[in-house]
């Protein structure tokens, strides 16, 4: 029963893990926006940056480009890097 109960939460962990590399690795960059703002939400800012600057040249000029710039800003704002911040800003 103990490994059962072993095993069962390696494998939950692993999962979670599984779908942000899926997104890192991915090409899509609306999947990429979309599992950064989950990631951002939810107060996994260090991820939901490095997913922001991946996708951040191929939304400029478009009308989401905003918010992501935002939402990349306050990410490295919440990790306290407040000189790289200031400049997103």
């Keep these: 029963m103990r490994k059962l109960i072993i095993i069962l939460i390696i494998t939950l962990s692993f999962s ?3 779908e942000y590399q899926k997104a890192l690795k991915s090409e ?3 999947l ?3 599992k950064g703002e989950e990631l951002y939400d939810a107060g996994k800012y260090a991820k939901a940056n490095r997913l922001f600057e991946q996708i951040i040249p191929q939304y400029r000029g478009k009308p989401q480009a905003e918010k992501l710039m935002y939402l990349n800003a306050d990410a490295t704002y919440q990790m306290e890097q407040y000189y790289i911040s200031r400049l997103s800003f």
């Design 32 to 34: 990429k926006f979309k």
């Design 28 to 30: 899509d960059i609306g």
């Design 16 to 18: 979670s893990c599984n």
